[in-house]
Nanobody, 127 residues
């Protein structure tokens, strides 16, 4: 059974940092692209960042480039999202997700490429 469990969310002031983690289980983590998405109240869920199964390719939303870094530790079946210089507009529930295609070298930002999702972790940035 595929399970994705996010952690690390919380409340922080603008300019602060948080590190999100997503622990995966129930599938061969090392061969799948993993992504982070977020959803703010009243808005669509949007892509934040993704990383290829071998860590070779990453993709970021324009709004987070230069501030967020995605990484993965295949030995721990965990994907991370380091978020620096946080802004109030980063406030959202953050979800990790798994691409449906194993061994994919490219990272896609479309939701339809992802088939399993975690429950989400809340990030709140105050001004």
């Amino acid at each position: 059974q595929v399970q994705l469990a996010e952690s690390g969310g919380g409340s922080v002031q603008a300019g602060g940092s948080l590190r999100l983690s997503c622990a995966a289980s129930g599938f061969p983590f090392t061969i799948y692209v993993m992504g982070w998405f977020r959803q703010a109240p009243g808005k669509e869920r949007e892509f934040v960042a993704g990383i290829a199964w071998n860590g070779g390719n990453t993709l970021y939303a324009e709004s987070v480039k230069g501030r967020f870094t995605i990484s993965r530790d295949n030995a721990k079946n965990t994907v991370y999202l380091q978020m620096n210089s946080l802004k109030p507009e980063d406030t959202a529930v953050y979800y990790c997700a798994r691409d449906f295609q194993p061994y994919r070298l490219d990272v896609y930002d479309a939701r339809e490429h992802y088939d399993y999702w975690g429950q989400g972790t809340q990030v709140t940035v105050s001004s």
